[in-house]
């Protein structure tokens, strides 16, 4: 089978499209998954950068995200079957394989059926954000009704998915974007004020828009710069997540004159440290998130698909920053 490999650490040219064995059940739980698509993320950029997470290093396959056909399944397998259509999150990090390939082999428990509405290029776009976004309103900030919340980089892969989450519980919206084609699609999925950061004070829109008051939730998806920015622009008793490193020289005394609660999400941690708890709680995620796809409440914008060998061209326009909605793998 064809799979995009890393055997050093770099920059795009590093993915290499190599020839490996069609991988093989070794469990009794195990499924075989015939890859149609795989997702590309940030954090497969920065595996490829810096080397993997986990300590069984390189060679390595990245992508957490997938979608696909299960081919064949092992004698305790009672959730799957041949020819059922998966999506996961599962492996890209390190130690499991990823998804930049033909084929994976998975324990069945880490899969869960994929949506009936969307083909399987949506599908493999949307477990890590929908994850993501999920755990920063839900777990980390316990969005509820009638809240305002802010979504940095609202057109992005997790902002945008966070926008329609957070007006599916009743809350109100508003969202930074870089320009009016960006603007014009977070308005579509419920944003109902966007600030454009480069030409409009953070602070004082958000002010303007809350009558004074500040945002009850605000999401970081950018950095540190915005994190601290963003500060000054909560109620008080307000709820800060970021889903990045906030930076080591932080001022929190006006973090904590507001009282606000400030989190860290990352949707990894549970792969990272093998917590069957937490992974158990990311499946019923996907699977409400599924339910709402199906229903036509929740879509995943994917607003551009490579080939498997134009990985590396994929992970170059990731990085220049101004992606709309996800780029994806298209293996079919």
Known sequence: MNVIEIQETGGPEVLR???RPQPELTGPDDIRVRLCAAGVNPIDTKIRQRG????EGLPAVLGCDGAGVVEA???????FKPGDEVWFCH????GAAGNYAEYRVIDQQFVQAKPRAVGMVEAAAAPLVLLTAWEALHDRAR??????????AGAGGVGHVAIQLARLAGARVCTT??????AALAHELGSEFCINYHDEDLVEAVMDWTEGQGVDIALDTVGPEVFRRTIPAMAHYGDLVTILDPGPELDLKEARLRNLRLSLELMLTPMLYDLPRARLHQGQILRRCGDLIDRGDLRVHVSQTFALAEAAEAHR???QGHVTGKLVLNLE
């Open 73 to 79: 399944v092992g004698e305790d397998v009672t959730r």
């Open 177 to 182: 974007v870089s320009g009016p084609e960006k």
């Open 317 to 319: 326009l990731l990085e």
């Open 52 to 55: 993997p997470m986990l300590p």
């Open 17 to 19: 499209l190599v020839e």
């Open 143 to 152: 969005l509820a009704e009638g809240q305002r919340v802010l979504i940095h």
């Open 91 to 94: 492996g890209g990090l390190g």
